[in-house]
């Protein structure tokens, strides 16, 4: 009952965009389950997931970072490739420029590796945000050959949000350090798609 309680709770406060109190019944619900002898270990990873996304929406930067690193310690102990790249994403919602972060790309390197070769979502997006985190990078032309890549898997794959995803963080890429002409039709792109997806967040930041 308690855990149920606390989802009532959370899908409340994001949808008031309280995220304080999302984090608060996010730890409660942490709470429940470590009491609970048979909770799902997949569960208790995506509900530290979730306590992330609060933490870092709430503004609590280090705190969610940290969250996200116990969720990709849990999800590498189970090999469990697709929590540790949601973590690895979680872990580096915020975009800085002008610093690498390395913690970031141990952990977005790491992901990628595990997920394979296949084409999929997930690997599209780690691969569009291993790209920006790795600028400046000492070759940018690295990075940006990523963050190519991982738009036209994004484009094979048809999927038009994990698109959004990859030309948010590839164009992020190539910010200052790409080709002019070919930023600038990404970013029309970015801001055409995210106004069809009804984003008008990802519609500003491909304008600006």
Request: net charge negative.
């Amino acid at each position: 009952m308690a855990l149920v309680e606390n989802e009532h709770r959370i899908r409340q406060a994001l949808r008031q965009l309280a995220f304080e109190e999302a984090v608060r019944a996010h730890e409660d619900a942490l709470r429940a389950a470590d009491e609970s002898t048979d909770f799902d270990p997949h569960e208790h990873i995506a509900l530290l997931l979730e306590l992330g996304h609060a933490q870092t929406r709430a503004g609590h930067l280090e705190d969610g970072k940290a969250t996200c690193a116990q969720a990709a310690a849990l999800a590498r102990e189970r090999k469990d490739a697709e929590m540790l790249a949601r973590a690895a994403l979680e872990h580096g919602t915020q975009l800085r420029f002008g610093r690498v972060d390395r913690e970031l790309v141990a952990l977005l390197e790491e992901a990628l590796r595990a997920l394979g070769p296949a084409d999929t979502t997930l690997r599209a997006r780690v691969m569009a945000r291993l790209a920006a985190a790795q600028q400046p990078a000492l070759d940018p032309d690295g990075p940006i050959a990523m963050a190519r890549e991982a738009i036209a898997m994004a484009r094979r794959l048809g999927d038009r949000p994990t698109l959004l995803d990859t030309l948010r963080n590839g164009g992020s890429a190539m910010v200052d350090l790409g080709d002019l002409d070919e930023r600038v039709a990404l970013d029309r792109e970015h801001a055409a798609l995210a106004e069809e997806l009804g984003n008008p967040v990802e519609a500003l930041r491909g304008n600006m």
